[in-house]
RNA sequence: GGAGCGUUGGUCAAGGGGUUAAGACACCUCCCUUUCACGGAGGAAUCACGGGUUCGAUUCCCGUACGCUCUACCA
């Protein structure tokens, strides 16, 4: 291949970013990495959607979070500007007017109503969606059927039009697809699809295959969805620019629903519990907000990582990669055919891999951030911080488990489980406990064998066994039956918090107890 | 209805004429851990169906069934 790679992604601003786009990206993202091209991000958007607030900068910050827009390719701007597909309004009616010229497209008039009659009037059992094609367009009111002059007339009295394809009967197109090989059609099976609308704006079809050219793409990625209006697109190529120029197609899997079949959704997300947006999402239509994989507490190593392998694979057992390992090992010829059933268990998997693989330092920005929305004062000591991190890591999913799992580290628990105090209590171990706050007192050494050796020496002298202190020990400490291990815990809190949490403990132990007899 | 695409455990999947048909998630059992996790060992569970080709088909070919996508002046 000596012409330089260019790929491109044409994200619509009113949709949000979800699952498969951002995996699009993604596989588009490593491949034209790989062959060290450039990428292209070209909004898809319209009249009607262009001043939707923030939606770009929403598509950016997507894409910077995952990783994905190389620093050498700015998201806006460069070689073939604009890259909005409102500002290049003038460009697809170039083309459009073209296509008409050459006998290959038409102007269409039928109102809304009219198609609507159409597709009631000729809807048979045999045929029960009829499409406008060379079947019925001589019954349309088009320029084809009105014939020159009626044409003229309406034009010259601003009567509404669309541009249509003039789909040709009984040829063979065919184009190679990257992942499914050579995919044939048969023309007469497509329909004259509308290239230009009403209100001068192309329809995707029109502007893919223009903006493809003249961008110079030669890779062309996109989901499965996609692959019937493709013979279209091989259609304007073949009238506009030459079949031989024509970008390689891939067709990515779909993403399907967890449960059942069929593509996943938005509403799937919200029925089953799970995100289907990289980062929050407020809908513009309703201004409902779907929450993101971000604000949920997933790494961004995480949810590359999930969405790489979700219709990919390298054909070992390896299923943790870093973008560093995407890169080297992604080939298109492992890209998988058949759709995939997303599992957000399996989501979940991965990030609470990726808490244990990162290094503490990486995650520590991260847990800071969580501290602070909780509302925790960690303080300044990063270093018992990071050690705080080491210990929890493991026991983390998501990354405001961390709160859960940390926050007694620096702030009394407001809740203790004394239930599960309870069950086995009485006043040996209230005893006990006396005994052990008046030892630490006098004690000078908080390491933590240094405190377990204590402990053991005075459960020993008080003939209980210390396993069944350790279980009231750690409640007062930590509120549950959770956390790393308890003389740990105590040693990192310090003194005077281990022994004011004993005591407070004790106290409430004392009052529910009470509770439970009256 | 039509066209296109697809079909290995519940899910993600490796494999691709001869295999005890990898591995992961989820589930179950046990071990480890005086908590919860992590970790370790094990278990149950799969080649859609029917015809070919072949000594032999999960693998190749042809059908069938089923599923999905599309069938908008949405993308």
């Not at 979800?18 to 993604?26: A, C, E, Q």
């Not at 503490?360 to 509302?375: G, I, M, R």
């Not at 809740?415 to 069950?423: E, G, P, S, Y």
């Not at 020993?460 to 069944?468: R, T």
Request: hydrophobic fraction near 40%; charged fraction near 30%.
């Amino acid at each position: 291949m000596d012409k330089k790679v260019r790929t491109r992604f044409a994200p619509s601003p009113t949709g949000g970013l979800h699952l498969g786009g951002v995996r699009t990206v993604l596989f588009n993202y490593l491949f034209t990495k790989q062959h060290n091209g450039e990428f292209i991000l070209r909004i898809e958007d319209t009249d009607r959607t262009r001043f939707v607030q923030g939606a770009e900068e929403y598509i950016y910050e997507t894409l910077k979070w995952c990783g994905l827009i190389p620093d050498e390719s700015p998201a806006v701007g460069g070689l073939f500007a604009p890259y909005r597909q409102s500002e290049r309004k003038a460009i697809y009616r170039e083309y459009a007017d073209k296509l008409v010229a050459n006998g290959h497209a038409y102007y269409a008039f039928d109102t809304p109503e009219d198609l609507e009659r159409m597709r009631t009037d000729y809807k048979t059992e045999a045929n029960p969606s009829p499409r406008y094609d060379a079947t019925l367009r001589d019954k349309m009111r088009n320029s084809l059927s009105l014939g020159d002059s009626a044409t003229q007339e309406l034009l010259a009295k601003d009567t509404p039009y669309v541009i249509r394809i003039k789909a040709p009967l009984n040829e063979t197109l065919e184009f190679k697809d990257m992942i499914r090989g050579t995919v044939q059609f048969n023309s007469s099976e497509t329909d004259d699809k509308v290239l230009l609308k009403a209100d001068g704006m192309p329809t995707y079809h029109l502007a893919v295959v223009v903006d493809d050219f003249l961008m110079k793409i030669t890779h062309s990625f996109r989901g499965e969805e996609w692959l019937p209006s493709a013979p279209v697109h091989v259609l304007l190529w073949k009238y506009l620019f030459g079949l031989e120029n024509m970008p390689e197609w891939a067709h990515l899997p779909l993403i399907l629903k967890p449960d059942g079949n069929g593509k996943l959704s938005k509403r799937d997300g919200d029925r089953l519990g799970f995100p289907v947006f990289a980062m929050n999402w407020t809908d513009p239509r309703t201004n409902e907000l779907s929450k993101g994989y971000r604000e949920l507490g997933f790494l961004p190593e995480a949810f590359v990582n999930m969405l790489a392998v979700l219709g990919w694979n390298d054909g070992t057992e390896q299923e943790l990669f870093s973008m560093e390992e995407l890169l080297a090992k992604f080939s298109m010829d492992r890209i998988h055919k058949k759709g995939a059933k997303f599992s957000y268990d399996k989501a979940l998997w991965f990030n609470k891999e990726w808490i244990k693989r990162l290094e503490a330092d990486k995650l520590l920005p991260y847990v800071k951030a969580q501290f602070e929305e909780n509302q925790i004062e960690t303080g300044n000591d990063d270093k018992r911080l990071l050690e705080i991190i080491d210990q929890v890591k493991d026991r983390c999913i998501l990354l405001g488990d961390f709160v859960e799992q940390a926050s007694f580290f620096f702030k009394a628990p407001e809740k203790i489980d004394t239930a599960a105090i309870l069950k086995k209590w009485d006043e040996h171990k209230k005893i006990f406990f006396a005994e052990l706050v008046r030892a630490y007192e006098l004690n000078q050494d908080f390491h933590h064998e240094n405190l377990e050796n204590i402990f053991k020496e005075i459960a020993a002298a008080s003939q209980i066994k210390p396993g069944d202190l350790m279980l009231p020990f750690r409640v007062m400490l930590v509120g549950g039956k959770f956390g790393p291990h308890v003389f740990d815990i105590a040693s990192s809190i310090g003194k005077s918090d281990t022994i004011q949490r004993i005591k407070h403990g004790l106290s409430l132990i004392d009052t529910d107890a009470e509770k439970a007899t009256t």
